[in-house]
């Protein structure tokens, strides 16, 4: 699986675009890309998931260029409730197992 | 609401002792994962279960065990229990290796 590195702290206020850039150098052909959102004492929760170049859904876009070495995860208009650390996950759709390698997240302090 | 439901949410003993940690799957999941979050080592993949058969391993002790019965339902074993046992155990579901996971709000074990 490839590694992949974020930063490790951003900080943004409401009302503003937020894009969160994930470097993974080693993706192979078979992988794909996942964000997850976690709070404090909450288990992950999904937030997209692309392949190649762009996806968009009711929380997020995710930007992937066509080398796919890095992504971005582009977040609208966040509010105080979007303070949370945002994972980004490469996995391998040729694997047996689905099994994700969480690196240290970025955490997004969102401020009034 | 994420569908997975995990029991109990706390869970305090000491050492020496064994747990079991208990994850209900969304409806229609059939993978089963268990991460382990500390604070000094993150999100750590332990063990994945599919249709109640064991797919892949990760960093999980030999003091722990797990499994996955036909109601598709997943148990923990933690035994012998240390102090830096003490963490947020997360369980997660899918449909398959590819499409996103689904975290349950997590078990906190206290070892004292």
């Known amino acids: 699986l490839a590694k992949t590195t974020q930063p490790i702290s951003m900080d943004s206020y409401e009302g503003q675009e937020v894009n969160i850039t994930c470097s993974h150098n080693?993706?192979?052909?078979?992988?794909?890309i996942t964000w997850y959102q976690q709070f404090p004492s909450q288990g992950p929760r999904f937030i997209i998931q692309g392949y190649k170049t762009k996806v968009t859904n009711e929380v997020a876009s995710l930007f992937i260029p066509a080398d796919r070495k890095s992504s971005t995860l582009s977040l609208p208009r966040v509010s105080l409730s979007d303070t949370a650390v945002y994972y980004c996950l490469v996995g391998d759709r040729s694997s047996n197992t689905g099994k994700l390698i969480f690196g240290q997240g970025t955490t997004l302090q969102v401020k009034p | 609401d994420s569908g997975v439901t995990q029991t109990p949410k706390h869970l305090i003993t000491a050492t020496g002792q064994r747990v079991t940690l208990r994850c209900s799957p969304r409806?229609?999941?059939?993978?089963v994962y268990w991460y382990q979050q500390s604070l000094d080592q993150g999100l750590q993949f332990l063990i994945q279960y599919y249709n109640g058969e064991e797919r892949a391993k990760g960093n999980i002790l030999e003091r722990f065990s797990a499994q996955q019965f036909p109601d598709l339902h997943s148990e923990l074993n933690l035994s012998s229990l240390e102090l830096g046992d003490s963490a947020l155990y997360f369980c997660a579901s899918s449909t398959d290796r590819v499409q996103p996971q689904h975290f349950g709000d997590g078990t906190r074990l206290s070892i004292l």
């Open positions: 080693n993706i192979a052909t078979n992988d794909y």
């Open positions: 409806s229609g999941d059939l993978s």
